[in-house]
């Protein structure tokens, strides 16, 4: 059994009752929300999420390594036939990929009928619990993580655009002063 073989099975052991799913890809596998299984289907309508992230995992064994490439795609909200809530994995006008680091959550109380207060939605969302799901047994693995293409460039445009903010206050100094 190779490398990305064994990585995966790993990844799979441990996303097992966390709401992950792991499936196997052409260059490795893809870890995100598992928007059909009845247990978190609920839970994901309740708090309202509206999009979920595909982290594509790509395994290089010759080098021993991989990248992690984040898909973010919006997720809509049906009545299925039975009238309980489906998710519907929808594609936005924009996408966004590369690596992504997001965190939010949704808390909301509500009067019951004895006059107290409950907490009837208490949800997190923070990107880094999918990818820890990965890094963790990689990590034991020995495999050491690559930048994806995608962050690359986010990177290059980012540095040229703070290359060039920087050359217009230097200008904006030497001109106006």
């Known amino acids: 059994m190779g490398i990305t073989e064994t990585f995966y099975e790993r990844v799979g052991w441990a996303a097992e009752g966390s709401g992950y799913e792991v499936l196997r890809t052409e260059e490795g596998f893809?870890?995100?929300?598992?928007?059909?299984d009845a247990r978190w289907v609920a839970m994901l309508h309740q708090a309202q999420?509206?999009?979920?992230?595909?982290?594509?995992?790509?395994v290089d064994e010759p080098s021993n390594s991989y990248?992690?490439?984040?898909?973010?795609?919006?997720?809509?909200?049906?009545?299925?036939?039975?009238?309980t809530?489906?998710?519907v994995l929808s594609f936005q006008a924009s996408r966004t990929?590369?690596?992504v680091k997001s965190v939010g959550f949704r808390k909301e109380w509500a009067f019951m009928p004895d006059g107290g207060l409950e907490k009837v939605v208490d949800y997190t969302y923070n990107t880094e619990d999918g990818r820890r799901l990965i890094t963790g047994p990689a990590r034991e693995l020995g495999l050491r993580?690559?930048?994806d293409t995608?962050?690359?460039v986010g990177l290059i445009v980012g540095a040229i655009g703070a290359a060039?903010?920087?050359l217009a206050l230097v200008l904006v100094l030497v001109f106006v002063l």
């Open 97 to 99: 990929r590369g690596t």
């Open 85 to 87: 809530p489906q998710a």
């Open 150 to 152: 995608w962050t690359k």
């Open 30 to 36: 893809d870890v995100r929300r598992n928007v059909v």
């Open 164 to 166: 060039g903010g920087l």
């Open 49 to 58: 999420v509206r999009e979920v992230i595909v982290h594509h995992v790509a």
């Open 145 to 147: 993580r690559q930048m």
């Open 67 to 83: 990248t992690i490439s984040d898909d973010v795609y919006g997720l809509e909200w049906q009545a299925g036939v039975d009238g």
